[in-house]
């Protein structure tokens, strides 16, 4: 089966993301992007085991990122089973680099072709640009159940200081801003979400305090998940 997406929503959800991944091979489960089709929306998520983000799109959403009314003759999206697959930070990176269009352009459609642990991404002669083609195979490591940290309920607590690096803040700042961003503070990490379409999770700069410091582990994800809504 193929799902059709606009290249600037392809493009942006891992560009979203990229930057919460591990940038270096030395951590090969999380030197990677992973990216869902859960039979509605897509999704890619990364993670450097201190902070992770995930970027989604559904087929009826606008350019802000925000659903519209769906339609009967919608022609993006698909019918296509649920997948997942591990995409390597490099390739992840190089989708980016050479399906990017102009933003007059965002809405040139790309399909998605996903056959037993890789996907094929694919660009028509028929769009007005040349055709392209590129394969990803899946990578099989381990990579952390972060969904479960992102969407866990956590509670909310007052704070008068969160100490952050600017790196850190900067990656929320590449984020496609399609929406407002709120912020809510917690006990080991803060939650970021800009409009419906992006969520992220920022574990503090702890460095001085005594060691306490969250990671997100594919063997310690499970156990703070519990901890937090225990």
């Known amino acids: 089966m193929t799902i059709t997406i606009p290249t600037g929503e392809l493009v942006g ?60 003759h919608n022609p993006l999206g698909g019918a296509d089973d649920p997948w997942a697959l591990l995409v390597a930070y490099d390739d992840a990176r190089e989708v980016m680099k050479d399906y990017k269009l102009p933003t007059k352009e965002a809405q040139v459609p790309l399909l998605l072709e996903y056959d037993n642990g890789a996907l094929t991404i694919r660009r028509t002669r028929d769009t007005g640009h040349t055709a392209k083609k590129i394969t990803l195979e899946g ?19 007052p704070t008068g200081e969160v100490k952050y690096s600017g790196a850190v803040v900067a990656r929320v700042g590449q984020v496609r801003q399609r929406g407002l961003m709120r912020m809510s503070f917690g006990d080991r990490r803060t ?4 409009g419906n379409r992006f969520l992220a999770a ?29």
């Open 13 to 72: 959800v891992l560009a979203d993301v990229l930057p919460f991944a591990f940038p270096e091979d030395d951590l090969p489960h999380v030197n990677c992007v992973r990216v869902e089709w859960d039979g509605e929306m897509l999704h890619a998520e990364a993670t450097d085991t201190l902070h992770a983000a995930r970027s989604s799109w559904h087929p009826d959403d606008n350019p802000d990122g925000n659903t519209d009314q769906p339609t009967l």
């Open 139 to 157: 990578r099989m490591v381990e990579f952390p159940p972060i969904g479960r940290v992102l969407d866990a309920d956590f509670p909310i607590q």
């Open 202 to 230: 920022l574990t503090p700069d702890r460095s001085g305090d005594p060691p306490r410091q969250a990671t997100l582990d594919a063997d310690r994800a499970a156990d703070l998940v519990a901890a937090e809504v225990g």
């Open 191 to 194: 939650r970021v979400s800009i």
